[in-house]
């Protein structure tokens, strides 16, 4: 009878090695694509120019252009074009809540800011 237990009990730690050595492989695999889309994800998006601002929208108009105010205290001036992520009722709501804003943009000639994807 014991030498049924000890087989089995040597025959268990192997496959629970495994199975956790499967689990962890999946996990590392999954964080590692996970870390690729964040990073490269608004590149392929919006191309090689394109620039990111966080902050809070303090002002909206006219229109769906707005201005953003970063952590540093820093203002940016962006239109919002016919090419930009963002709907006006969006924009309304990250300022009224004083949310977390996330700007994806180019900057075009003479200084102006063109935001691309607003979130």
């Not at 608004?42 to 707005?66: D, M, S």
């Amino acid at each position: 009878m014991e030498d049924t237990n000890a087989s089995y009990i040597s025959s268990f730690i192997p496959r629970l090695a495994a199975i956790a050595c499967v689990v962890l492989l999946i996990g590392s695999i999954g964080l590692a694509s996970i870390g690729v889309v964040a990073l490269f994800g608004p590149v392929l998006a919006h191309g090689n120019n394109t620039e990111h601002a966080a902050g809070q929208i303090v002002a909206i108009g006219p229109g769906e252009n707005f201005i953003l105010k970063t952590a540093t205290g820093q203002r940016m001036s962006f239109e919002c074009a016919a090419q930009c992520r963002a709907s006006l009722g969006h924009l309304q709501r990250h300022m009224h809540e004083q949310a977390h804003t996330d700007v994806y943009y180019i900057e075009r000639p003479g200084s102006a800011l063109m935001a691309l994807d607003v979130d």
